[in-house]
């Protein structure tokens, strides 16, 4: 009899070791995807409905998902990452990427993913000004860089931190390109910074969206797809403006992390994000999917005309990639 007692309890352990083991492979990690920022909200529902797969929310940005990345090199927690295509072949370099090319791979253009299959395009954005007109009060909605630095603006402008946010990088590259700058000579966007550093900005180091649909933030240095968010799903006083001078377009990647702890799952996410059912979702929350087709007449129509978008040039990822030393360092130094 206790023979067989020992027998039962043992095959009930292993049994809900089994169910334990199960559940555990239906999660993924994935580092940067926040629940606010490009409707990740969505699509994380979308896996959990579609795959089966809980993918936690995270609220890092591109910089901290790299650092704790490259910390937890020797014991992964993360699967995928998600990323500012400048931190793409920073976080390639670094060891803690590994090769996978989805399904649909062959589908992304050449300069939007990396030849070995280290990461890949799903989406991009058109920086600008995200501009809450009502906490303007009185004033003009701005409709330049330059309008920035202008007193009426004092304490009214945010964007994200350069030391760490990609946003906060691609601003600084897309002010410095718009003022007459090169990849190499960053010395117009110190100057700007500095100047509008008299103004009183307000620099955070994550995600703003909220701050500005609640007016905290008036004007804050973002892309068409979180104005548009805002202006059309949101029903806030908000409005997109590409500056006179031009802008930047931008690429986000994502890509296996090296040996992630949840690997299978964590392929199956980067499917679906090229998936045209995702791909679709993103250009309804009003990115640019890297498959231009999924963008539908509906969602396109809400975008500034193209003859706005001819003011924004796409980056060119691997210069930006060798200045992201230089923007940090000369911004900690001569701004910060």
Excluded at 25 to 51: F, H, M, T
Excluded at 144 to 159: F, N, Q, R, T
Excluded at 168 to 188: E, F, R, S
Excluded at 296 to 321: G, Q, T
Aim: net charge positive; glycine share 8%; proline share 8%.
């Amino acid at each position: 009899m206790l023979k067989h007692l020992a027998i039962a309890a043992a095959l009930g352990i292993a049994a809900v070791a089994n169910i334990s083991g199960a559940a555990a492979q239906q999660r993924a990690v994935c580092y940067n995807c926040p629940p606010e920022w490009a409707d990740w909200g969505s699509q994380l529902k979308a896996i959990q409905a579609k795959l089966g797969i809980q993918v936690p929310p995270d609220n890092k940005n591109s910089g901290q998902a790299i650092a704790a990345l490259i910390a937890e090199k020797g014991n992964p927690v993360a699967d995928v990452t998600y990323l500012g295509g400048i931190a793409a072949d920073p976080a390639k370099d670094a060891g803690v990427l590994t090769p996978y090319k989805p399904k649909n791979w062959e589908k992304i253009p050449a300069d939007l993913k990396d030849p070995d299959g280290n990461w890949f395009t799903i989406h991009s954005g058109t920086l600008g000004l995200f501009v809450n007109k009502a906490a303007l009060g009185n004033k003009p909605v701005p409709q330049s860089w330059a309008d920035l630095l202008k007193p009426e603006y004092k304490g009214m402008v945010g964007y994200l931190d350069p030391t760490s946010a990609a946003v906060g990088q691609l601003g600084v590259m897309a002010i410095n390109l718009a003022l007459g700058g090169t990849y190499d000579n960053l010395d117009p966007a110190i100057k700007f910074f500095k100047e509008l550093a008299k103004n009183q900005p307000i620099v955070p180091k994550q995600t703003s969206y909220a701050r500005v649909i609640s007016g905290e933030i008036p004007i804050l240095l973002d892309y068409d797809f979180n104005a548009y968010r805002g202006q059309y799903t949101d029903k806030a006083p908000v409005q997109f403006v590409i500056p006179k001078e031009g802008t930047l377009v931008f690429p986000y990647v994502m890509a296996l992390v090296n040996k992630g702890p949840n690997a299978e799952n964590g392929k199956k996410v980067l499917d679906f994000v090229l998936s045209d059912e995702s791909q679709a979702m993103w250009g309804n929350a009003y990115l640019r999917p890297v498959f231009a087709d999924r963008l539908s007449s509906e969602a396109k129509a809400k975008f500034l005309p193209d003859a706005e978008y001819a003011r924004a040039k796409p980056v060119d990822l691997k210069n930006l990639a060798k200045a992201q030393p230089q923007i940090v360092e000369r911004y900690r130094k001569e701004v910060n």
